[in-house]
């Protein structure tokens, strides 16, 4: 597609419910980042996929937080029995190897 | 300390004035410099990249990296409320292929 493009825009849970993230890169980009952005702050890194091999997870803030890129294109990040510190943008942003990132307009969690 | 450091703001100037947003990092490894624009509910969209010290222009944005202070700046001359935005920096050391460490970023209003 034109732009990274993610899923939902909005989501609202309530605590404890399980959440799922989609983001669809760019076609043939091969690396995949997640980020979470907190109101008022500057994007914080979750993990990082190169094709379908997820080479850094060290941003994840817990064990409820995982993602997953299983065809080496669209990845999913998912919340399990998510809490309200969770509330936040979670972007998702592809690249080429030479360049910088293209960032989608991310995914607005509310838990309530 | 966090690695880098950018002043939020808010940053108010007339019509056409010459904007100046600068970052403070801490990490000497960093090798990769950028910055991104992020207006209200979107993700962040890049202005400038740049490799290692110097200065790299483009259109009426000027970006400079200055590694011996660990200072980064950009320059937006003629602004326009067009401009007005959240402006982020952010670097790593691997391009590509690594995460980004972002500053908090500096709310810009340019009024007409």
Known sequence: GAGVSQSPRYKVAKRGQDVALRCDPISGHVSLFWYQQALGQGPEFLTYFQNEAQLDKSGLPSDRFFAERPEGSVSTLKIQRTQQEDSAVYLCASSLPQGGYTFGSGTRLTVV | ?112
């Open chain 2, 1 to 112: 300390q966090k690695e880098v450091e950018q002043d939020p703001g808010p940053l108010s100037v007339p019509e056409g004035a010459i904007v100046s947003l600068n970052c403070t990092y801490s990490n000497s490894a960093f090798q990769y410099f950028m910055w991104y624009r992020q207006y209200s509910r979107k993700g962040p969209e890049l202005l400038m990249y740049t490799y290692s010290s110097g200065n790299k222009e483009d259109g009426r944005f000027t970006a400079q990296v200055d590694k011996s202070s660990k200072y980064i700046s950009l320059f937006i001359r003629d602004s326009q409320p067009s401009d007005s935005a959240t402006y982020l920096c952010a670097m790593n050391y691997g391009g590509s292929q690594g995460n980004l460490i972002f500053g908090k970023g500096t709310k810009l209003s340019v009024k007409p």
